[in-house]
């Protein structure tokens, strides 16, 4: 099994963020292992929270990991506090690439057409340049809106502008990239573009093409931390050897499971206990 390093905030009252992905990475069979970008009291929607950025501590331990010879397989980046967070980030993915260490970026920046509390368009350059390393990127549509510069529709994109899109993104370094929570020709989806080469650290079946585009159907209850689980799952089977559009489907699938069968938790901010349906990985 692979090592795997994630880079993401540690929130205390939800199942969000490193909380959610750590249990699922665990059960996977991937030792995984965590530099937190933040310590978050609770999710932003209960209206009080507090946040204790943690660039000094990371900026700290990763040149003692350096001098131990610490090494990982993959690096899943999450959610940034700061332009010097980000930088910070940004440095330490591109000297892990450059030894083989596959990157994993989710480019956490918005949602519903716009950017998060604190979030700023120096942040979503950085989020630029950061997918410059990137094996697979997988921003949702309002973050992959903001990284190529394309406005956002409620009603969605058709089928050309959404390979547009995921071009765009590829032009910008990734060598691959998924957009969830797309809307496509009227259909709810995850589209995708393979690289146009093999990848160390992962399978494509790069003879089905270039693109690839997922349908599914939208149950209408809204989870904090699902993005966070799909990234989740997604990296972990990534990283058991199977294909990309296999990898993206099994994610899907698992979050519309964990999502239909929490549906009547009455405080939807908290997230989903993945502790208690580690069975539907």
């Known amino acids: 099994m692979k090592q795997i390093l994630l880079i993401n905030d540690v929130v205390g009252y939800s199942h969000v963020g490193m909380v959610a992905m750590l249990p699922i990475l665990t059960y996977l069979g991937h030792p995984t292992y965590n530099l937190p970008t933040a310590l978050v009291s609770n999710t932003l929607d209960y209206g009080q929270f507090n946040v204790l950025e943690t660039t000094e501590y990371m900026r700290g331990t990763i040149p003692v990991w350096r001098k131990l010879g610490f090494r990982f397989d993959a690096v899943c980046t999450g959610l940034m506090f700061s332009e010097e967070q980000a930088r910070l980030v940004s440095d330490f993915c591109a000297q892990l690439h450059r030894e083989g260490t596959t990157i994993f970026v989710d480019p956490i920046m918005g949602d519903a057409g716009r950017l998060y509390n604190g979030m700023t368009e120096r942040q979503v350059e950085l989020m630029r340049e950061m997918l410059s390393v990137a094996d697979l990127t997988f921003p949702n549509y309002t973050e992959a809106c903001y990284l190529t510069n394309m406005p956002y529709r409620e009603e969605g994109l058709s089928w050309q502008e959404a390979k547009t899109m995921l ?19 009227g259909h709810s ?25 997922l349908d599914y159907e939208e149950i209408p209850v809204l989870f904090h931390g699902t993005g966070d689980i799909f990234s989740a799952v997604l990296v972990g089977h990534l990283m058991k050897g199977e294909t990309l559009r296999e990898s993206t489907q099994t994610a899907m699938n698992v979050v519309s499971q964990l999502i239909d069968r929490n549906r009547d938790l009455p405080d939807k901010c908290r997230g989903i206990p993945i502790e208690q349906c580690l069975d539907l990985l």
């Open 167 to 185: 071009d765009r993104i590829v032009q910008l370094g990734a060598k691959s990239a998924i957009i969830t929570s797309a809307r496509v020709e």
């Open 189 to 213: 989806c995850v589209i995708g573009r393979r690289s146009s080469e093999p990848l160390a650290g992962f399978q494509q079946n790069l003879a089905e093409g270039p693109y690839f585009r």
